[in-house]
């Protein structure tokens, strides 16, 4: 027998640009971003977030009245398309499918792009959309929540859910590029303001003690909507975000270990639990108070440690604890606990879950104590 083997390395870049008002005519990143093609101008498909337009009046207006002030260069192919938001954006497969028509109909090709504003689930979807079309049209992201603009929105990966589990479809794409407006922000209602911050408390428990320190300083600031704290908190998590990206070296997680799924397993079954009717920064904060007390029952955090992320998570207005994660399934053991077997399929084998260690630091567990975990539960249960 013979054996030919190949290997090759392809380089990936885009850039995130942070900046106000991305759909004024007389803002020039968007333009900049979106390359023409051989006539001379670049097409474009703009999805747009149905909750985004909701809360944004005239924004559909606002960007086709961008495309026409800077028609030498980009063509609208058509009026923006506005797709259901929340996480029933990922919900089966009719976002992507009819953006899939979509494209289809106004005959993109690869040079063309899908510019995708709103959450972190319209992303998702509209991400695994492009991928599918030709294998891949450019997608640009304008991420308009917190917990888009400082993680959903900004990393390399898209997906739907289907088959009961969350992400069950999806695909490795890094967009073409990423435009964080700091204005959408300000639309937010308070769930979504402070449930991105979730993520931020994540990163920076297992990467950056001094960042944790500077959420629980300014969590009172960052609950009544500080906006300038609110820019450096996004600012500093994309960074982290990004950098464990480009420098873990397993950008399309071919490995185990998901240090960015921190606190995960647990918010996702919560998710699937609640039909959804719990956020993704809520759940998340939940699963990280709970795998923090499991940390400090394994004594790889200190009390006081503990003490510290609880506290930081309710100063901020973010949950440390659901009634469901006392909900007995099938087997009379708390069904959250099901989340770590779903987790470790998703992981296709071991079981990896990151814990802190200490403070600032990480570790990664292949086995979890089912009776711990069940005291973490009980020691997070209201008094």
Not at 38 to 62: C, I, K, S
Not at 113 to 131: E, K, N, Q, R
Not at 217 to 242: C, F, G, N, S, W
Request: glycine letters at 10%.
């Amino acid at each position: 027998m013979k054996t030919l083997r190949q290997q090759f390395s392809v380089p990936f870049r885009y850039a995130v640009h942070f900046t106000r008002h991305a759909f004024a005519p007389e803002n020039p990143v968007l333009r900049r971003v979106l390359r023409p093609e051989t006539d001379g101008r670049a097409r474009v498909l703009v999805v747009v977030d149905a909750g985004l337009a909701e809360a944004t009046p005239g924004l559909v207006r606002r960007i086709e009245l961008y495309f026409r002030a800077h028609r030498d260069r980009l063509a609208l192919v058509r009026k923006p398309l506005v797709v259901p938001g929340g996480e029933n954006a990922k919900n089966g497969w009719a976002g992507v499918r009819e953006i899939m028509v979509a494209a289809g109909s106004e005959h993109l090709d690869r040079q063309s792009y899908v510019v995708a504003a709103g959450g972190g689930s319209v992303l998702d979807m509209a991400g695994f959309a492009a991928s599918l079309v030709h294998r891949g049209l450019r997608l640009v992201r304008i991420p308009t929540t917190v917990l888009a603009q400082n993680d959903a929105g900004i990393g390399v990966k898209n997906g739907m859910n289907d088959g009961g589990a969350k992400n069950f479809a999806g695909t490795f794409a890094p967009p073409y590029a990423v435009i964080n407006d700091f204005e959408f922000l300000k639309t937010l209602p308070q769930r979504e303001w402070v449930g991105g911050l979730a993520e931020a408390f994540k990163v920076a428990i297992i990467k950056d003690r001094a960042f944790f320190g500077f959420l629980c300083r300014h969590a009172d600031a960052l609950r009544r909507r500080d906006q300038a704290a609110m820019e450096r908190v996004v600012h500093k998590t994309a960074a982290l975000h990004l950098r464990h990206i480009a420098t873990s070296g397993d950008p399309f997680e071919f490995g185990s270990a998901r240090p960015l799924d921190f606190g995960h397993w647990a918010a996702h079954r919560l998710e699937l639990m609640s039909n959804f009717t719990i956020g993704h920064g809520h759940a998340v904060a939940v699963g990280i108070a709970l795998d923090s007390t499991y940390a400090m029952l394994k004594r790889l955090i200190a009390p006081g440690e503990r003490a510290a992320i609880i506290q930081g998570l309710t100063a901020c207005g973010l949950p440390v604890w659901s009634p469901l994660l006392e909900r007995a399934g099938a087997r009379g053991e708390p069904d959250v606990l099901a989340g770590l077997e779903q987790f470790r399929e998703h992981l296709g084998g071991r079981l990896c879950i990151t814990l802190p260690k200490p403070l600032g630091a990480k570790i990664e567990a292949h086995r979890i104590s089912l009776p711990l975990m069940k005291r973490a539960i009980g020691l997070l249960r209201p008094a």
